[in-house]
């Protein structure tokens, strides 16, 4: 799940699509402006983040480069069992 943070919260389902040391691509049914915050909720875990890129898939379809926020990174890795 994804929360867009702002005056107006809004709620999408996502799909984690791949996952690196510093951030997250995800699918979402809509497409969002560069340096949106938002926070990304997955395995009892809450990451905030900034959008950093967006791509068009198709109609309905958007990839989300998401940057975790400075600080939690080593959350994500523990989390998804990565390397640090």
């Known amino acids: 799940m994804m929360r867009v943070l702002g005056a107006h919260v809004d709620v999408f389902l996502v799909t984690i699509l791949d996952a690196s040391r510093s951030g997250l691509r995800v699918s979402c049914p809509k ?3 560069v340096g949106t915050q938002v926070e990304v909720s ?3 875990l809450k990451l905030p ?3 950093r ?3 068009l898939v198709e109609a309905g ?3 989300l480069g998401i940057q975790v926020a400075a600080g939690r990174e080593s959350e ?3 989390r998804l069992k990565l390397p640090a």
């Open 42 to 44: 997955f395995a009892a």
């Open 31 to 33: 497409g969002f402006a």
């Open 49 to 51: 983040g900034q959008v």
């Open 53 to 55: 890129y967006v791509r």
């Open 76 to 78: 994500l890795l523990r």
């Open 61 to 63: 379809t958007s990839h």
